[in-house]
Structures are given as structure tokens and as C-alpha cells.
């Protein structure tokens, strides 16, 4: 082994799976702009299906650990980081955070564990859930056993802090990076999605009661009155299409709004849309906001719990609205649509904090 390969740090990256979500696809950017100098990341990922549809550098090493819940993939997790013997794990999204902080005690003494946290905990977990206690005490005593706790927004620090009692010391926070560049060039990849007059609407986003999109169906009809010819298409999957195209036809909404599934490759869809929608409940980073102010689509957002808020004060081109309430939302489409475009695409730049090697630089540091 060469003196470079062996000050190489290695990095095993865990996560559920690599296909269709912001964690994902902040995971593949990472991937692709470490320094293989100074890194050697490999993945390991409880099911690898579908993963052939994402794009991972072609010399990562990816370990399918072959199992549909955290629970079931633990035992193959702890032998293999016995095996590889990282330097650091990076573990994101709630279940398996929990689960590797649990366990950590039987895993090797030097290796240090940074959890990512995706979201607004308290807002998935309220008081008011029967198991609110449960949850509570798992994320009070587990991710108190990290080394470090990624949040991405300040806000997500404040809510770790106050409703979960961790330590401020191990609490780090860290935007989610932006490809400008890729998002635009993959955006002119495709032709324009779009068919009829328009305006054209999209949002974007797994198919979960959180991504508020039956209240962005509750607004259709009032956009659909001040704007006959206005169409909305919803990118994703999730538990919730059922209900949301049968929700979309008892509004008599069906020729309105379509819903062609999760999109590897969504950004023609954002780039030709007249206004792209986020109607979120509560949010961690949502990165297909950002995408679409890369691309200088006009964006209306509610102002949830989560990152929006912060972004916001860096921009004037979110329209925001409150939580909850189809007919502001509906209101802010309308007047955005009618406002037509009034930014080009350049808010990449002007949003440095959201900048890939600024990203990759605060991962690196901690890595």
C-alpha cells in the first residue's frame, strides 16, 4: 500500500436506500466531489434495489446489506463495519440514526459516528402522538451517543436542543450542497415537458401527508377559476397516490393535475414551469426548492418548520405563505403566475452557504 492510499480516511456512508429522496441525492453529490486523495468512501445501503437509476461514481463500492427494515439489516451492518474498519460512518435518516447510535457499543472503539438528521423531529413526532414518548426518549438517548449531529438548518438545531435536550456542542449545522451546474445542464437535456396554454405548475416530493400536496389540491379550484388553462403536475411517489388522485377527481381536477411518478431527472419539469410549489407541512432542506431557484423558476413555499424560513432571508424570490391554508396558497400562485418570471436563473450563485465545494468542504472537515 502506498503512502497516499494509506492516510486516505475511510468514510462508509449508510443509508436505507439511494433512490428518490433529498437524502439520496445529497449523498450521490457528496460521492461525486469527495477528494479521493484524501477519502475513501464506500456505501453501504439496507436494499439495494432500484439503485442501477442513480447516478454513484463509478468507483464507489456499494454493500447491499440485502434487508427491508433497519432490524433486519443490524447484524450484516455491524459485521461489515467490522470488516472495513471506517474511519468515520455518516448514517441519515431517523430509523437507522437510532439504530447505529444504539448499538454503538458494539462496534469499534475508534471508529466515529456522525448521524444526519433530515427533518424537523418535533414536527414529525408531536406531543400530541401516541407515541410521542417512544420517539422522544429514543432520540434523547441515542443521538446523544454521536460523535457529531448534522442538522441542516439552524432552526433544526434549535428543535434538537430544546425538544430532545442534546448538547449543543455536538450539534453542527450544514446546508444541503446545490449543483447549479448539473441541475442546469441536465435541465436543457430534455425537451419541455408541457402541453396547452398553461401556466404550468410543479411541486415535487415523496407522496406523504408532510409534502402538504392535498392542500395544494384544496387550492386548485380557486387557481383554476382565476386561471382556467393552469395545469399542476406532482413529481413522486408515496403512500398517499391513491388518495391524492382520488382526492384530485372528487375536486373534478382530473384533467388539471397529473401525476407521473417519481422522475430521476426532474429539471425540465421545474425549468419550463411557470411557478414550482412546495405546500409542506414542515420540511429539513427541501432540495427541489432550491433546484428550482437555481434555475430562476418563481417558487411559493409555506412557511413551515424547517429550513424554508432561513432561505428565504437570503432570496426575495420565494413567495411565502402560511401552513395549512389553501387559499393564500392559491392566492400566491395566482399573483406569481400572473407576475410571470422576474429573476434569472442565478440564485445559485448568490446563495453561497448552498455552494457543492463549500458543502463538501464542512462534510470533509468533520470526515
Known sequence: MDSVSAARKKVLFLIPSLVGGGAERVFTILLRHLDRQRFEPQVAVLDAEGIQSVDIPSDIVVHDLGAKRVRYGMPRLIRLIWKLRPDTIISTLGHLNIAIAMFRRLLPADVRVILREAIIVSSLFPKEAKNYRLWNWLYRNSYKRADAVICLSDSMVEDMVTNFGLPREKLVRIYNPVD???????????????????????????LTYQKGFDVLLQAMPTVMAALPTAHLVILGEGELRQSLEEQARSLKLSDA????????????YVKH???????????????????????????????????????????????????????????????????????????????????????????????
Open 273 to 367: 414551469a411557470n411557478a414550482f410549489v412546495l405546500p409542506s407541512r414542515f420540511e429539513g432542506m427541501p432540495n427541489a426548492m432550491m433546484e428550482a431557484l437555481a434555475l430562476g423558476t418563481p417558487v411559493v413555499a409555506t412557511n413551515c418548520p424547517g429550513a424554508v424560513a432561513e432561505i428565504a432571508a437570503m432570496t426575495n424570490e420565494i413567495n411565502m405563505v402560511p401552513i395549512e391554508d389553501p387559499q393564500a396558497l392559491a392566492a400566491a400562485i395566482i399573483r406569481t403566475c400572473n407576475a410571470g418570471r422576474t429573476h434569472a436563473a442565478g440564485t445559485g450563485e448568490s446563495l453561497g452557504l448552498f455552494d457543492v465545494l463549500r458543502v463538501v468542504d464542512e462534510y470533509s472537515k468533520l470526515f
Open 180 to 206: 447549479v451546474e448539473k441541475v442546469r445542464t441536465d435541465a436543457t437535456r430534455q425537451p419541455d415537458p408541457y402541453n396547452g396554454l398553461g401556466p404550468h405548475l410543479v411541486a415535487a416530493g415523496r
Open 257 to 268: 393535475v397529473s401525476f407521473p411518478g417519481f422522475q430521476k431527472d426532474p429539471w425540465s
